[in-house]
């Protein structure tokens, strides 16, 4: 039940480039460099920053995601013998529009020729927010996710001449809100499977934060010839998100058994609520080379850069609420003891391609961009959610710059499409929550367990229809002196 995004990498939790102008390239930034943005980016770049820079950006966009559950048989609500065949709604993402992913930071050499120095704040390109009907029949995987990230990055860089440089920054990640909510079956009795709706529902939300992780970025850059430069970076701490929250717990159907009586959280017969979430982050390492078109008196006319990241998103096998020994009691006596909720992940590692570059139109004037880029699954089709489109994911980016003097505006729109993903009932393998079912592994028993769901837990309830797309909207303003 994790419902973060941040900063790292494409893929996963995250999407998109951080900054208009690695944007408007399709995130292939890792050699070039040569903005603020690489404290996150390449943090080996700033040592070609000369001056002073200081940048200021926004990302806005439209994320759209839809998701329709496949037909399932209700064996919750047998008639004469027969399960009924159930149809679902499709159901979208209630809250599209993100209107702000900020970014500010100051780059200098401070005066020294072969140094450069950054400090940035930023939130990660991510979706920040996605909300689904209560009762829509994506209820038992998500029902709303909303979390606020913010970054604070120190970066340090140092350059052997014109031939190679090296660079490191340290992140300060912060996590102020971490929002999200789930329908959980609470029936307790044996044998009960409800895979379209329960009497016994209970829609259960956690709210909590996480002020302090650190993270590291690692970079270098290496120009054998003029023309052609190769980049490299990393994240390279295995760091864990974890936050510190609150859990509520509200009933769906209060003309049902548990009534309108709110549901009562205790541990060892006191009164609490606190949970907590843990979130692994990826480790990640990106390539890249371009070729520089060098004009004699002009100097680059255009660039071309194709770039490669791997990110270990293997590391995350599931999202899980340690609840450390939570007790629901609903109807004042039906006690649902909460265990952990978990959400089975068993992400992949995902391998991300992009190309893009630069075409100095007027040299110093106006500086035309785009970019290309795919990205392979963080998800297998079994373990598919609406809470991060994780499927593979194509896109393209065009974008533009205009500088005066010592100004520079860049802005850029990038598209992001993931192909509909599709799974079938029997394949599916994300389960519904029902913590006081006494059901047990290995889920065979017919006593405790289900007839039609012998061997798992619960009914499916990711089997459907994915589909995602994002429209992006990049800008930035730039200010450069002392070079």
């Known amino acids: 039940m994790v419902p973060v995004r941040s900063a790292r990498a494409d893929g996963g939790y995250f999407s998109g480039a951080l900054g208009a102008r690695a944007a408007g390239r399709g995130g292939a930034f890792v050699a070039r460099a040569d903005d603020v943005t690489a404290v996150d980016v390449n943090p080996a770049g700033l040592a070609e920053i000369g001056g002073t820079v200081i940048e200021l950006g926004n990302q806005a966009g439209y994320n759209g995601y839809s998701y329709a559950r496949a037909p399932t048989l209700d064996t919750g609500n047998v008639q004469n013998g027969v399960a009924p065949l159930v149809t679902f709604d499709k159901v979208h993402n209630g809250s599209p529009w993100q209107p702000a992913l900020p970014f500010i930071g100051v780059a200098s050499n401070l005066g020294l020729r072969d140094w450069g120095f950054a400090l940035a704040a930023f939130t990660p390109p991510g979706i920040s927010r996605e909300q689904f009907p209560e009762g829509g029949g994506q209820r038992y995987m998500m029902v709303n996710r909303e979390a606020v990230i913010l970054d604070f990055a120190g970066s340090a860089a140092w350059k052997f001449h ?67 430069e190769f980049g490299l970076a990393g994240q390279v701490l295995p760091a864990n998100i974890v ?25 060892d017969g006191n009164l609490a609520s606190d949970v907590a979430v843990t979130l692994p982050l990826p480790l990640l390492v990106r390539a890249g080379g371009r070729y520089r078109h060098l004009v004699a008196g002009r100097g680059e006319l255009f660039d071309l850069e194709l770039d490669v990241e791997y990110q270990t998103w293997s590391r995350a096998k599931s999202f899980a609420v340690g609840t450390n020994g939570l007790e629901a009691t609903a109807a004042g006596n039906q006690t649902i003891p909460l265990a952990t909720i978990t959400v089975p992940k068993q992400w992949n590692d995902v391998l991300s391609v992009k190309l893009g570059g630069d075409f100095n139109v007027v040299p110093d004037r106006w500086t035309l961009r785009a970019g290309v880029y795919y990205e392979t699954a963080a998800a297998p089709s079994a373990y598919a959610n609406v809470d991060f489109p994780a499927g593979p994911q194509i896109g393209g980016a065009l974008g533009a710059s205009f500088l005066l003097r010592r100004w520079e505006l860049a802005l850029t729109y990038q598209l992001r499409y993931q192909p509909s993903v599709t799974v079938a009932e029997a394949d599916a393998r994300v389960y519904q929550q029902t913590p006081g079912s006494p059901c047990a592994a290995p889920f065979t028993d017919p006593n405790t367990c289900n007839p039609s769901y012998l061997g798992q837990p619960a009914p499916v309830v990711n089997a459907g229809t994915y589909s995602a797309t994002s429209h992006l909207v990049a800008l930035a303003f730039i200010y450069r002196f002392g070079r």
């Open 243 to 267: 936050t510190h929250s609150t859990l509520s717990a509200t009933v769906v159907d209060k003309s049902g058994p548990l009534g309108m009586d709110p549901v009562v959280l205790k541990r």
């Open 162 to 228: 014109d031939v190679f440089g090296v660079g490191a920054t340290l992140e300060w990640i912060t996590v102020p809100r971490l929002d999200y909510s789930l329908v959980i079956n609470g029936n307790t009795a044996p044998g009960a499977a409800n895979p379209v709706s329960s009497p016994f529902d209970i829609l259960a939300q956690t709210t909590g934060a996480d002020w302090l992780t650190f993270n590291a970025v690692l970079g270098a850059w290496f120009r054998p010839v003029p023309s052609v």
